[in-house]
């Protein structure tokens, strides 16, 4: 499924997830059509990370759902991988920094931020320059994000809410203009 397939879907539910809500049939009010409008206005309220527990709950979404999705697929696994473990530990832990800001953790900011050795996480051009990454290689790390997040209980508001921001990071991240996997270990 394309990026562009994905981003459609995000879309077309939040639209009809609006559509739903707005034709409740409910329009006196104190019914459920209320109940929903104070659950939109309560989580325009807080921030993705507060309605998930804070900065270190949202570092697990990472640790525990979405690097599994992408060490487990074979599509991808290979570029996560056959990184070193020090490696391995700086990309979790800035792809952390991004999702806390993402979430709009209090304080988190990847912009200039450093891992537990103090070691710069890099902008997303120079952390994946020279790497070959397809539109295809893109395709499966944000389907693998997505399933990451929907593993974790994230919502689908959520999920459509930092969609863009991720998105966004295709011209930086993609050196080659194929759907073709560029190290795919699928059998």
Not at 45 to 52: F, L, V
Not at 78 to 101: G, N
């Amino acid at each position: 499924m394309s990026t562009r397939t994905i981003h459609s879907l995000l879309v077309a539910a939040a639209a009809l997830t609006g559509a739903c809500a707005a034709s409740s049939p409910d329009s006196e009010g104190g019914g459920e059509a209320s109940a929903q409008t104070e659950a939109e206005t309560h989580a325009a309220e807080t921030s993705a990370c507060s309605r998930y527990g804070g900065p270190g709950e949202v570092g697990g979404v990472v640790s525990e759902h979405i690097v599994p999705a992408l060490t487990g697929d074979c599509r991808v696994s290979a570029m996560f991988t056959s990184l070193p473990e020090p490696a391995q530990v700086h990309l979790v832990e800035c792809l952390t920094i991004q999702v806390q800001e993402l979430f709009a953790c209090e304080g988190a900011s990847y912009a200039g931020a450093e891992d537990s050795t103090g070691a710069l996480c890099r902008d997303m051009v120079s952390a994946h320059a020279g790497l070959g990454i397809t539109n295809g290689d893109f395709d499966a790390v944000i389907e693998d994000i997505v399933a990451g997040l929907q593993a974790a209980g994230i919502s689908q508001a959520d999920i459509d809410a930092v969609a863009p921001a991720v998105l966004s990071t295709r011209a930086d991240m993609v050196e080659v203009q194929t759907d073709a996997l560029s190290n795919s270990s699928c059998g």
